[in-house]
């Protein structure tokens, strides 16, 4: 989403941030009174404190980044003119598929992370690029907070919750609280599939910060929520199981 969205901003301003207004207006001509919005870690830019609280600098450096804080900054202001109460669900990186398989990532030329390092895993790419291994981090890599789809959707099922008892307008960081380098992750693929794939180091990408992991005192404090699948192996283990149904090329060492 964040390379895309440099090279293709209006288009993300028009999904993001139009469409959402168009939403809005309808919603309030509806008589909807509680909304809970589906926003970003990239809001926080670089997020030069780790990890980040809900109250930290909104300084987007990327265009995804800036259409999902217009389209918030749209909703509070909406919020106070029609009496809106909001729940801002702040997505770090959000992983892994349905334990059951029922559902998962099924985007074709999808730049995730653990989904492009699981395609790599199963001979559907030719290889995975880390973008950069000249981060102020420990291993180089970026470092990113990965949070598991179902724990994300009980997120959102929580959240609702607080909003239907009179809760009042809050934004909640949606992760664990710990993240993981681009090289845990590959590691982790690694392990899981069994294998080795093949690794390309290049340049970094404009628009990714060095380190995005979440403050998660307050979703835990306020919301009636627990996170289930916290493990990165669980997430890559998932991820992994719904990549191998997916139509394409495989690697028939792990078909």
């Given at each position: 989403m964040v390379p895309e969205s440099v090279s293709d901003p209006l288009g993300y301003y028009r999904n993001n941030t139009m469409n959402t207004c168009t939403l809005l207006d309808a919603a309030i001509k509806s008589g909807v009174r509680q909304v809970i919005f589906s926003s970003t870690a990239a809001v926080y830019g670089n997020g030069d404190?780790?990890?980040v609280r809900e109250d930290a600098p909104t300084l987007p450096i990327s265009p995804y980044g800036t259409s999902k804080l217009m389209s918030e900054i749209m909703l509070h202001d909406a919020g106070k003119a029609h009496g809106l109460r909001l729940s801002f669900c702040v997505y770090f990186n959000?992983?892994?598929?349905?334990?059951k398989l029922r559902t998962g990532q099924s985007t074709a030329g999808a730049t995730h992370l653990i989904k492009v390092a699981c395609e790599a895993a199963l001979?559907?790419?030719a290889k995975i690029d880390v973008y950069g291994t000249d981060y102020p981090t420990p291993d180089g890599t970026c470092i990113r907070d990965y949070i598991h789809v179902s724990d994300l959707a009980r997120a959102h099922s929580a959240a609702l919750g607080y909003l239907r008892r009179g809760g009042a307008s809050t934004t909640f960081n949606c992760g664990y609280g710990r993240g993981a380098s681009v090289f845990e992750v590959i590691d982790s693929v690694r392990r899981i599939c069994g294998h080795d794939f093949p690794v390309e180091i290049t340049g970094r990408r404009p628009g990714d910060a060095a380190a995005?992991?979440?403050n998660v005192d307050r979703i835990l404090k306020t919301l009636d929520w627990r996170p289930q699948f916290q493990d990165l192996d669980t997430i890559v283990a998932h991820a992994?199981?719904?990549e191998r149904r997916l139509p394409g090329k495989r690697d028939h060492a792990v078909a």
């Open positions: 404190a780790a990890p959000v992983a892994g598929a349905d334990p001979g559907k790419r995005l992991v979440a992994f199981a719904w």
